[in-house]
T-cell receptor, first 113, second 113 residues
Framework: DADVTQTPRNRITKTGKRIMLECSQT?????MYWYRQDPGLGLRLIYY???????NKGEISDGYSVSRQAQAKFSLSLESAIPNQTALYFC????????????FGEGSRLTVL | SQQGEEDPQALSIQEGENATMNCSYK?????LQWYRQNSGRGLVHLIL?????REKHSGRLRVTLDTSKKSSSLLITASRAADTASYFC?????????????FGTGTRLLVSP
């Protein structure tokens, strides 16, 4: 089983719909992240969380919200999806006591029509 | 703006040849990491080099870091078709008490048999 699991892996939705992407991890890490990947732009940080009670905005948080339901679970929501949110979304985890290495999920490909 | 910029954007070589990718960044860093991404998959950590290190090896990978030039290079020796992937540098920078990882735009490597 994967250490960092994202669901769904693929989703097609329409403009205005609410979408939730879920992430769960079995690595026991305290820190979790949501990134967005667009062609030619690399990965950009949307939100990050150091523990259940600590959630912070990244560089592109507008239009997104997150929930850290437990140490192992971190979900990303698009309250009203728009076409320019079409992208590949990655969840990642890291130990606060580690070397700084991120562990990524396999990604959730979202298409907003 | 992107902290890290990889060069070249794309690289095509034959099996057995060496592949060199470069990364330039703009601000002081704590460490620099290289990740690999197979098409449409999650990123996998390859190697981390700290700001006080100049060179590091891991198997067929050799990473150098020149903090005076704010640049790093990743060398893959004796490349294999299985090395075909995108490679990203990520710089760890401190920001308001938080160490964040900023990704470059990536180099697409194609290794032909």
């Amino acid at each position: 089983d994967a250490d960092v699991t994202q669901t769904p892996r693929n989703r097609i939705t329409k403009t205005g719909k609410r979408i939730m992407l879920e992430c769960s991890q079995t690595k026991g890490h305290d820190r979790m992240y949501w990134y967005r990947q667009d062609p030619g732009l690399g990965l950009r940080l949307i939100y990050y969380s150091f523990d259940v009670k600590d959630i912070n905005k990244g560089e592109i948080s507008d239009g997104y919200s997150v929930s850290r339901q437990a140490q192992a679970k971190f979900s990303l929501s698009l309250e009203s999806a728009i076409p320019n949110q079409t992208a590949l979304y990655f969840c990642a985890t890291r130990s606060g006591r580690g070397t700084g290495e991120l562990f990524f999920g396999e990604g959730s490909r979202l298409t907003v029509l | 703006s992107q902290q890290g910029e990889e060069d070249p954007q794309a690289l095509s070589i034959q099996e057995g040849e060496n592949a060199t990718m470069n990364c330039s960044y703009k601000t002081s860093i704590n460490n620099l990491q290289w990740y690999r991404q197979n098409s449409g998959r999650g990123l996998v950590h390859l190697i981390l080099i700290r700001s006080n290190e100049r060179e590091k090896h891991s198997g067929r990978l050799r990473v150098t870091l020149d903090t005076s030039k704010k640049s790093s290079s990743l060398l893959i020796t004796a490349s294999r078709a299985a090395d075909t992937a995108s490679y990203f540098c990520a710089t760890a920078v401190s920001s308001t008490g938080f160490q964040k990882l900023v990704f470059g735009t990536g180099t697409r490597l194609l290794v032909s048999p």
